[in-house]
């Protein structure tokens, strides 16, 4: 697909954003079965019932557009897969993997609030109100799993220091 204008980018910003929430489904399982604080788990479970309604929105927008997402892989989200998996080789123990992850997850909704805030954005000066609506609300989502895990990962480095001292 061509990207001269700034329709077509944010068209491929938006498929870029499908990859990324679809890396994400995939992701969630395994973090939600390494979860060992409940709040953690929780957390982690709303959020995969909200991602799946995020790609929904998405291919709402889509269909306003009457356009189909192009194929595309988001890099950024596989680098953050990549490092999920690189930290298991160093075995850390469970308290440390629970911190890592959810730093990990305070990476990914980062990415995700800045990806959307620009597909807002864009939706609005393309005079896409209705696709830019359905973009905030995945937006809005994205802030608040971000406040959440970010808490969830001040508790979790709390205790985990609090065991050692
Ligand atoms: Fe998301
Ligand atoms: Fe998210």
Redesign the pocket.
């Known amino acids: 697909m061509p990207l001269t204008t700034p329709r077509e980018l944010f068209l491929h910003e938006l498929a870029d954003a499908m990859s990324a929430?679809q890396q994400?489904l995939k992701m969630l399982p395994e973090l939600q079965e390494e979860a060992r604080n409940s709040e953690v788990r929780e957390a982690l479970q709303e959020h995969e019932a909200e991602?799946r309604q995020?790609v929904e929105n998405i291919q709402e927008v889509f269909r306003q557009f009457g356009e189909t997402p192009e194929t595309t892989t988001c890099l950024a989200m596989q680098g953050i897969a990549a490092e999920h998996q690189a930290l298991h080789q160093e075995e850390p123990p469970p308290e440390i993997l629970e911190m890592a992850n959810l730093i990990g997850a305070a990476k990914t909704e980062h990415y995700?609030m800045a990806m959307y805030a620009a597909l807002v954005q864009l939706a609005k000066d393309l005079g896409e109100d209705d696709a830019a609506q359905l973009l905030q609300d995945?937006l809005d989502q994205?802030k608040a799993m971000a406040v959440r895990v970010e808490t969830l990962a001040r508790e979790m480095g709390q205790q985990a220091i609090g065991a050692r001292a």
């Open positions: 929430e994400i991602t995020q995700e995945n994205e």
